[in-house]
């Protein structure tokens, strides 16, 4: 691929299965993937390679200590933390190729202390105020597409 893509960073993710569709999504979208900090399965879990079937060979999965880590490799780029606990909308942000699209653990989310020392790139996904969250790996497929969309879709 010539152009920089996007690149998805799951923070402690904790289910295999959405791991891996994420995975699926990286691989048809020339994605990149960043798993940060502990992990809630092994990277050789079945169910990780079930739902990332044949697609596991063409995505680049990177495991990364930390986020910060994440940001000191990467000062010039962008990084959106995604999250039920702000207001900002994921369609507000401008997304550009080469940005980095940050997801927390399934049970957890992203750290507070991340979500609130960058309130600008906090965003969020909206639903119904007395529901919890969206499925990880649907939320990162309404993002990812929302950013290929902004910048039409030319690295596909």
Excluded: W
């Excluded at 923070?11 to 295999?16: A, D, G, Q, V």
């Excluded at 959405?18 to 960043?34: A, D, F, K, Q």
């Excluded at 697609?55 to 200590?65: D, M, N, Q």
């Amino acid at each position: 691929m010539n152009k920089e893509n996007f690149r998805i960073v799951l923070y402690e993710p904790n289910i295999p299965q959405n791991t891996g569709n994420i995975i699926r999504l990286c691989s048809c979208t020339g994605c990149s993937l960043y798993l940060v900090g502990k992990l809630g399965f092994h990277l050789t879990d079945k169910y990780l390679k079930r739902a990332g079937m044949d697609y596991l060979e063409g995505v680049e999965v990177i495991k990364i200590a930390s986020i910060k880590e994440l940001e000191e490799k990467f000062p010039e780029n962008s990084f959106y933390y995604f999250t039920t606990k702000v207001s900002r909308k994921y369609t507000e942000a401008n997304f550009k190729q080469g940005d980095f699209l940050v997801f927390g653990s399934e049970t957890k989310g992203l750290p507070e202390e991340l979500i609130f020392s960058n309130p600008e790139k906090s965003l969020t996904i909206p639903m119904l105020q007395e529901k919890r969250s969206l499925n990880l790996a649907n939320s990162v497929a309404i993002a990812l597409y929302e950013a290929l969309r902004q910048s039409d879709f030319l690295m596909l």
